[in-house]
């Protein structure tokens, strides 16, 4: 090999070697949080489940403290809905649309977002505006007379 | 004597430091004359060092963590002195420059500023478009007041709905399985330093490819050129013509410059007239909110708004997408020699018909008819109606009952649905009873049946009765 090519191809190579062990690893620390996943415990407690009344929908919160995080996002609202005695349905603020935190109105029983004209009746299905799918629903039990909902039954942004 | 000496001392320094040859290349060289608006160029380089000089000292004392990051903001904002202008000039350069950014582009458009030679100039515009595009969200999600969280949560779900990647795409934003300590350092250090160090090298890249490619010159606008080397030709003549063309410094500078000049001003009005960018309650996930994207957006909401739910997820992902390959295919697809607006009636049209959209679609978002909220306020009676007592009863169980979540009464109240002072025929007693209790399918209300004594009804109708014609009167 001349002595021109072999050190063009060293120069390329070395360069391209650097590059790659810089950019690789830098990118695959930067993408942790997606390789970790949602790990961690998953059940949280919402309240003694009494203080949900049958045939309301109350505005409940999440707390997130037992995982060190700092206020104010220590607390995440939701709401619960008690159809019947036995039923409980933990509604996600979020809008399906893009996130926006729906609010309730108990006169009209909707829930409605403040973003782009979103309505969803009480059962969190879609009445009107641009949602393409119902209210995200966690899934919920009952321990010990206290509500728990499952955080990751939801996507991560909801 | 010490003149003498001092002239020496600049000569070498001219030398040692080799400012002649930049000199002589860059400030002493002959461009093409371009127009007036030719400095939206100069402004949005201006505007960016704006940026980069208010952000740097911004960052003196901005605390990139959740906990400290809406302090930091207020305490800036309140008690540092002139902390409020350097905001505000950062905000307000901001937004300009995404007014300019657009402008720059629609003028490449209206011009046929993509053309041979100019095809690598114009795809590095592009990466710049859309990197400051970007920043411009990720600017004001650092805010971390309510505004910011809601604006970094449309970004979520909008990556969300990417396939495949969609979640893994939004633990990588959000730093963690929830918005927490993780997420506010990682827009920090993309809005502070991954997209500004893109942007110096982008912008130094493409000021470059300007320098050697020129701009679109006066004889290129005026007659049709096939080719790159015919344009190297004209533009060349144009450059060193005694009318068409002119030395860059100071003749050029000083005409971009004044452009430049006058757009800060606009930046430093709005500083000094309405102050940095508003801020609210400090973010949180459990207050009610009604939270509106900054005024950039504004059109880009109101289309997410009009969308039907079945075009959602293509029209948040197809638009971005198509708009890239669209603006990065444009010089590829347009092989027209035809160059300069006006021999361009299809650019006229395209980019006439995309500003009279943003601005409609901006005012229409103003406005905002489509959002329906709690009010517990009754609406007001309207001029010149008296009600019955039985009606006065009605009007607070129409508030009670949440109808004026959504019913105007007299422009009064929610936009949502249809204002019951205009209604478009008069309805009778048992219509609205039956409207009430069994509304159409199509119709986005509830049905009352078994929500509402017979009692109750009766007097929110009483209440319709007497308001439904008084648009009429």
Known sequence: MERRTLLTTLVHGGSALVGAVIGLSALITGIYPALRGRRGERWRPLGRLEQFLVGRTQAAVIEHADEGEPRPLSRQGVYVWRPTAEEVVVFSRSCTDLGCPVIWDAGSRCFFCPCHGGIFARDGKRMAGPPDRELYRYASRVREGVLEVDVYSVPPMA | ?473
């Open chain 2, 1 to 473: 004597m010490a003149g003498e000496r001092l002239k020496e001392i600049a000569e070498w320094a001219l030398d040692r430091f080799a400012v002649k040859p930049i000199e002589k290349s860059l400030m002493d060289r002959r461009v093409a004359k371009g127009a007036w608006y030719y400095g939206d160029g100069a402004a949005l380089f201006l505007l960016f060092n704006v940026l980069l000089f208010t952000g740097a000292f911004l960052s003196l004392s901005y605390n990139p963590s959740m906990e400290g990051a809406y302090p930091s903001v207020r305490y800036i904002t309140d008690n540092q002195t002139l902390g409020w202008f350097v905001r505000g000039l950062h905000y307000w350069s901001a937004g300009l420059m995404v007014v300019m950014l657009v402008f720059h582009l629609f003028r490449q458009i209206l011009a046929g500023g993509y053309k041979s030679p100019r095809e690598g100039t114009w795809l590095i515009g592009v990466l710049l478009f859309f990197a400051v595009i970007a920043t411009s969200l990720l600017g004001y999600v650092l805010r971390w007041d309510e505004r910011a969280i809601y604006g970094l949560r449309v970004a979520l779900n909008l990556l969300y709905r990417v396939p495949l990647i969609g979640e893994s795409l939004v633990l990588v934003v959000q730093g963690g399985p929830h918005i927490g300590s993780q997420t506010l350092p990682r827009i920090y250090a993309v809005h502070v330093i991954f997209v500004p160090l893109l942007l110096l090298a982008l912008i130094g890249y493409h000021m470059y490819l300007v320098v050697m490619h020129g701009i679109t010159g006066p004889t290129e606008r005026t007659r049709p050129v096939a080719s790159s080397e015919e344009q190297r030709r004209l533009y060349k003549a144009d450059a060193l013509s005694e009318e068409r063309g002119e030395t860059f410094f100071p003749y050029t500078a000083a005409k971009s410059g004044a452009m430049a000049g006058v757009v800060f001003l606009v930046v430093l009005v709005l500083t000094l007239v309405l102050g940095p960018g508003r801020l609210y309650p400090e973010a949180n996930l459990v207050e009610p909110s009604f939270p509106v994207e900054e005024w950039w957006w504004s059109w880009y909401s109101a289309l997410a708004a009009l969308l039907p739910p079945r075009l959602a997820t293509a029209f948040y992902l197809g638009f971005p997408v198509v708009l890239f390959l669209f603006l990065v295919a444009l010089p590829f697809l347009d092989r027209s020699p035809r160059r300069g607006l006006r021999n361009r009636p299809v650019a006229v049209a395209f980019v006439s018909i995309c500003v009279i959209a943003i601005l409609s679609l901006s005012s229409l978002r103003a406005r905002s008819p489509w959002t329906a909220f709690p009010r517990a306020e009754p609406p007001p009676v309207p001029d010149g109606v008296v009600l019955s007592p039985q009606a006065e009863q009605g009007r607070h169980l129409f508030a009670q009952f949440g109808c004026n979540s959504c019913h105007p009464i007299d422009g009064h109240g929610a936009q949502f649905a249809r204002d019951l002072a205009a209604t478009r025929n008069v309805l009778s007693h048992a219509e609205f009873r039956r409207y009430i209790l069994d509304p159409p399918e199509a119709i986005a209300m509830p049905s009352y049946a078994g929500r509402l004594t017979d009692e109750e009804l009766n007097r929110i109708v009483d209440f319709l009765m007497h308001v439904q014609i008084t648009r009429h009167r």
